[in-house]
């Protein structure tokens, strides 16, 4: 039987506490205690769940055991048509090593309504560095 999470060791080298995710995204009141005794077994401090947010019974169960509600990921999807063809072409090259300082001080302050910084548990200046590695 496979484990009910994962531990996240970069995560938890860069944030400085012992982080990991649930490898499910619908919860049971059976894998509950899986999930409770893997966390406290691997002296887990923060625990992801990207939970599906239709399965009313996996709301209640991680509400009940803990987790708080952070963030939601929405994800758009668009199909183009085969003979899309864009007005103009976009003006991009490549990566220069000059352009690092200027891109990570827009990740710095690029994120800031993200899970991270809506989470108390993680310290800001921590936040700041996660988007500009």
Known sequence: MSAPCQFLPWDTDFFGFRIARVNHNELTSELMPEIDTWSQGEAIQCLYLLANIHDLATTHLA???GFHFVDLRLTLAQKLPDSFKAEQSPLIRPFQPQDLPYLEAIARSS???SRFYYDP???RERCDEFYAT
């Open 63 to 65: 509400e009940n055991h």
């Open 111 to 113: 994120y800031t309504d």
């Open 121 to 123: 548990g993680f310290p």
